[in-house]
């Protein structure tokens, strides 16, 4: 379990993250939903060791048995494969399983283009690829899908659903979508300017929300994919 | 003008030939001592983050603008018989016009590739963090990723250097067949009117920087290409 305890990030006098108390349980799915700037990708680069909170503590995460994927992942200007192969360096297997996660996203006859070269959508399961070739206990996902049309963000759900279960990792990602929280995680977490707002079964949360900042982001989202689905 | 600059170069007279080969020699030094202690400190600079970063940055940047006689002025008292370094009797060397040079282009380099390796880094940095990625391997990868302007910057450098004359006439002292350069030879022949050496010797300079920004674009066509 992953406990996070009087957590507080502040940058330029305005504190962009305050969690008092935070248990992520061992092996379940988060999913982190709010509007933009309500600490999603904080939270993320926090637990992610990336960005050093002000105050606070996190107990139960081990950085050698984590895997991150940022919101705007680099993909490093060489092959698709050499690019997947280089997280597994150690690894007498590494091409083997580069292979085997470039096909898992659906990238296996793009192992001899140029990485950088690619679509956002592309570059993105490569990213993915890259992360998942190895085998984490927790997995920090900023946005996984957030460059993908829906049929991709279908397999990368799928993806990591599958990876989940045959990891039995913990996995924690933050998603704009309430419907993708609710296809892929057990768990969701509603943050509002930095702090946890609502928290609770994915089910519960989004279908029948208790609190009203819960309810109101949840119609506005639905407002909006009314609006631009009548567009 | 051509008949002029064959002559120059395969005629009988090997002063000119001898005032490129010194030219070549000290850019060609100097561009590669400035590159091994400009690259790294670049990039240094430009990956990591610390708390006196943003002085370090703009001690570089006023570095960069040195005017070429200031730094020449300094390697001057440094190896003057009075200075410092007199002992090593460098002043009027080419060594001395390297030092300078080196004092000049430094600056720019580190600047230049410090600026390419600040803009990539930190998503470099987080993405091979995420993937468990060394720091030492993570820096390398950082380096590769910045090959390409890394070569332009180099090249930069090199003309920088092949064009300087202020700091080269001040420690180099425009001595012939020892320290004379093809921009101190310029300015020396147009201020005896003797302008035809000068206008064949700018010519041969425009050349060479010509050659240059050819090298620099056509590594920028290949990358963009492969």
């Known amino acids: 379990m992953i406990e996070i305890a009087d957590l507080r990030v502040v940058m330029a006098d305005r504190t962009i ?6 248990a992520i349980q061992a092996g379940r799915r988060y999913g982190l939903i709010g509007e933009n700037g309500s600490g999603k990708t904080t939270l993320l680069r926090v637990l992610a060791g990336t960005l050093l909170p002000d105050a606070g503590s996190i107990r139960g995460l081990d950085p050698r048995t984590m895997g991150y994927l940022p919101q705007s992942p680099y993909v490093f200007s060489f092959s698709v494969l050499r690019n ?32 950088d070269r690619l679509s956002g959508g592309e570059a993105q399961r490569v990213a993915l690829a890259r992360l998942l070739a190895k085998a984490h206990q927790v997995l920090l996902l900023d946005e996984p899908s957030s460059a993908t049309d829906i049929r991709g963000m279908d397999a990368i759900e799928q993806v990591l659903l599958d990876y989940w279960e045959s990891n039995a990792c913990t996995l924690v990602f933050s998603t704009h979508s309430p ?14 300017d930095g702090q946890i707002v ?25 407002i909006d994919q009314q609006n631009n689905h009548s567009a | 003008m051509i008949d002029r600059i064959l002559d120059l170069f395969f005629g009988p007279n090997p002063e000119f030939r001898q005032i490129v080969a010194v030219t070549l020699r000290m850019s060609l030094f100097s561009t590669l001592v400035s590159t091994l202690l400009g690259v790294p400190l670049g990039v240094l600079i430009g990956a990591n983050e610390f708390r ?31 200075g410092p370094l007199g002992s090593l009797k460098l002043l009027y060397t080419v060594t001395a016009m390297v030092i300078a040079q080196v004092l000049l282009i430094t600056p720019i380099i580190t600047g230049m590739a410090s600026n390419i390796v600040s803009i990539r880094a930190p998503s470099i940095r987080e993405t091979c963090h995420g993937l468990g990625i060394p720091p030492g391997r993570r820096l390398w990868y950082t380096i590769l990723e910045c090959r390409v302007p890394f070569i332009s910057i180099v ?6 250097a ?18 004379r350069t093809m921009t101190t030879a310029i300015m020396m022949q147009s201020n005896m009117g003797y302008f035809d050496l000068a206008v064949a010797l700018g010519f041969v300079l425009l050349i060479i920087s010509f050659t240059i920004n050819s090298l620099v674009h056509l590594i920028q066509d290949r990358e963009r290409r492969d």
């Open chain 2, 155 to 160: 090249l930069a450098g090199f003309g920088r």
């Open chain 1, 198 to 222: 609502e928290m609770g079964s994915a089910d519960e949360l989004l279908r029948s929300p208790k609190h009203p900042k819960t309810r109101a982001f949840l119609n506005h989202w639905l």
């Open chain 1, 179 to 192: 419907a993708q929280a609710l296809r892929l995680a057990q768990e969701v977490i509603y943050l509002e």
């Open chain 1, 17 to 22: 993250l305050d969690l008092p108390r935070l």
């Open chain 2, 162 to 179: 092949i064009a300087e004359v202020g700091a080269v006439q001040m420690v180099g002292g425009n001595i012939q067949f020892k320290t």
């Open chain 2, 52 to 82: 006196a970063k943003p002085l370090v940055s703009r001690l570089v940047d006023t570095l960069m603008g040195i005017p070429p006689v200031v730094g020449g002025l300094v390697v001057f008292l440094l190896l003057s018989r009075s």
């Open chain 1, 84 to 115: 997947v192969v280089l997280a597994l360096q150690d690894s007498p297997t590494a091409e083997k399983d580069a292979l085997a996660a470039l096909e898992k996203v659906g990238m296996a006859s793009f192992i001899r283009h140029r990485a």
